[in-house]
């Protein structure tokens, strides 16, 4: 069971910055997988963000988040980030991390293709 902890979210100003981190617990090392940022807005679906292949070796970014937003990973600290510069209100949610077993060539974008997901954080831009 991989167990992923999200933390980093909090109260900021429009234009202003946050990096998330999610970690992944016990003796799981998420090296081997495929991680995702995804978001839910209060009435909205949830809704991907970010993503980047097992490897590390490729991103692929929702429109909203094009140029603003950055995801990475470390494996050697078996966490993967996302870094969320000129935020916006409508960057207003909770953000969850996942991971999917697939070691795919490509980011996954579809929610359905995670495997497992963390608790979320919540992110609060003020206008």
């Known amino acids: 069971q991989v167990q992923l902890v999200e933390s980093g979210g909090g109260l900021v100003q429009a234009g202003g910055s946050l990096r998330l981190s999610c970690a992944a617990s016990?003796?799981?090392?998420?090296?081997?997988?495929?991680m995702g940022w995804f978001r839910q807005a209060p009435g909205k679906e949830r809704e991907f963000v970010a993503a980047?292949?097992?490897?590390?070796?490729?991103?692929y970014y929702a429109d909203p988040a094009k140029g603003r937003f950055t995801i990475s990973r470390d494996n050697a600290k078996n966490t993967v980030y996302l870094q969320m510069n000129s935020l916006k209100s409508e960057d207003t949610a909770v953000y969850y991390c996942?991971?999917?077993?697939?070691?795919?060539?490509?980011?996954?974008?579809?929610?359905?293709?995670?495997?497992?997901w963390g608790q979320g954080t919540q992110v609060t831009v003020s206008s």
């Open positions: 016990g003796r799981t090392f998420i090296s081997n997988y495929g």
């Open positions: 996942a991971a999917d077993r697939g070691r795919r060539s490509l980011p996954e974008a579809g929610s359905d293709e995670y495997d497992y």
């Open positions: 980047i292949t097992w490897s590390g070796g490729s991103t």
